[in-house]
């Protein structure tokens, strides 16, 4: 027997919502629990019950509780993401200075356009 469950639901009242909220955050449903912790919330808190202000709360913390576990998934994933191109550039550079202890330039390095005489670079300053 749930929290909720002890009160008589109206058709979409706010025990109702209360429960659905509930069996929401108990299944899982994470997008399904927060629409309904909105439409919750939107209910003054001094109308609720003690415990369908219980099944909001927890329903918050468990919201708070999933964001975090996503945010710190979505850092991990960007963590080794970013490994992965360091491994790429090392692998690289390694390549390219091979190539150059072998005195031969490898088929990828751009080559500079040849500098007109008289048409020194000039710096910062102009």
């Given at each position: 027997m749930t929290i909720t469950e002890s009160r008589?639901?109206?058709?979409?009242?706010p025990v109702a919502l209360t429960r659905d909220l509930?069996?929401?955050?108990?299944?899982?449903?994470?997008?399904?629990a927060g629409r309904l912790l909105v439409r919750v919330n939107a209910t003054a808190r001094?109308?609720?019950?003690e415990?369908?202000?219980a099944v909001a709360d927890g329903a918050a913390q468990c919201m708070t509780a999933v964001a975090r576990q996503r945010?710190?998934?979505?850092?991990?994933?960007?963590?080794?993401?970013?490994e992965i191109r360091?491994?790429?550039a090392v692998?690289?550079?390694?390549?390219?200075?091979?190539?150059?202890?072998?005195?031969?330039?490898?088929?990828?390095?751009?080559k500079l356009p040849a500098q007109q005489p008289g048409s020194a670079s000039k710096g910062p300053r102009g």
């Open positions: 008589r639901p109206t058709r979409n009242g509930e069996e929401a955050v108990a299944a899982g449903n994470i997008q399904e001094h109308e609720r019950t415990a369908e202000n945010q710190a998934e979505a850092t991990a994933r960007r963590a080794e993401q970013e360091a491994q790429k692998g690289r550079v390694e390549e390219l200075l091979a190539a150059l202890e072998r005195s031969q330039p490898p088929k990828t390095l751009r």
